[in-house]
């Protein structure tokens, strides 16, 4: 072998060896893309009457410490067996997040509108679910508030502008009126006090950008042609609202607040959570509205029941129901 040969096979060896740990170094030094964030706003259609109806995934919370949300205390042993039982999760209350829409011919309408879109990607799923059913923004002709706080409000505006200019703006004067009273009274409820400052003057600055569209409605008040009809149901806020959806002889009540667990909040109608701004009116329109349902035998929609949401009331004992969901339906 030539020393020509040699050095020249020996330079391109080292010269590969080089390259090869540069290249490892480089792997090292440059992390990995991270992983695109998990977003699912699942959608489930299905039908009232002649109106066809959406249910909404915006995305999903965990309320921690679990038990510890929830009241009366003495309770907590009770509540945590039937979690036990029922084979639930017991680090805390998963919370979900359903919107409902409905369409009829050209007219879109929507109960609450989420978290709207933000840097968490847990939540804010609604815009692209919109998207996925060839709904625009600007479809929306009717957008309804149960009551105001961050999980229910926060999607009626984008980019501090109204997310569905075309659209109607309904709550309740109650609601309007606690949330503008020089100091809204939050002193029977038992959620955190240290956050309800920044809750105020945020939902002050939501409200005042809905204004130009905003309408209010009282109990009984029906629109959309008379198929969506509001029922006052304080406790949970002033004015927590409900929605009754009638088309052709089928009918959906919408209970949005009224239950934010499937069993904690219908196994005992007298516990609450500590989002209750008053405990014990919540429990007073908890009962009302529970025993109608279950005497009229009514198709009920939740907002924080699991996804899609849609079920019944069966009968346990007094004060005591099972939340007995609707079997999922494809068209058959």
């Given at each position: ?78 509540m ?46 609604f ?5 996925a ?88 008040s ?41 069993l ?49 009331l ?5 004060d ?13």
């Open positions: 072998m030539s020393s020509h040969s040699w050095s020249r096979r020996a330079f391109l060896a080292s010269s590969a060896a080089l390259f090869s740990q540069a290249g490892t170094a480089a792997a090292q030094e440059t992390p990995a893309p991270a992983a695109a964030p998990f977003r699912n706003p699942s959608i489930y259609r299905f039908n009232i009457g002649e109106i066809e109806a959406f249910s909404i995934s915006d995305g999903h919370s965990l309320i921690r410490p679990a038990m510890g949300m929830m009241h009366p205390e003495i309770d907590r042993p009770v945590q067996k039937i979690m036990e039982d029922n084979f639930e999760r017991l680090d805390g209350i998963p919370l979900y997040v359903n919107i409902l829409v409905l369409r009829k011919g050209k007219e879109v309408a929507i109960f609450d509108a989420g978290f709207g879109k933000g840097g968490n990607s847990n939540w804010g799923w815009f692209d679910a919109l998207d059913i060839n709904i625009k923004r600007e479809d929306v002709t009717a957008a309804f508030l149960s009551h105001a706080h961050i999980d229910h409000i926060a999607g009626f505006v984008l980019n501090d502008a109204i997310a569905f200019p075309n659209a109607e703006f309904y709550c309740t004067q109650e609601e309007l009126d606690f949330w503008f009273t020089k100091e809204p009274d939050f002193s029977k409820s038992k959620r955190d006090k240290g956050e309800l400052p920044g809750l105020t003057r945020d939902n002050r600055k939501r409200f005042d950008i809905l204004k130009p569209n905003t309408k209010t409605l009282k109990h009984g029906s629109v959309w042609g008379g198929d969506i009809t509001l029922e006052l149901a304080p406790g949970h806020t002033a004015g927590h609202a409900i929605f009754r959806i009638q088309s052709k002889g089928e009918s959906l009540l919408h209970i949005m607040d009224l239950a934010h667990h499937h904690l909040m219908f196994e005992n109608v007298n516990w609450t959570i500590a989002f209750d701004h008053d405990p014990e009116l919540a429990v007073v329109t908890r009962k009302k509205v529970y025993a109608q349902a279950l005497s009229e035998k009514t198709r009920l929609y939740g907002f924080h029941l699991p996804w899609p949401a849609i079920g019944h069966g009968p346990k004992s007094a005591s129901y099972v939340w007995i969901p609707e079997r999922f339906s494809w068209g058959s």
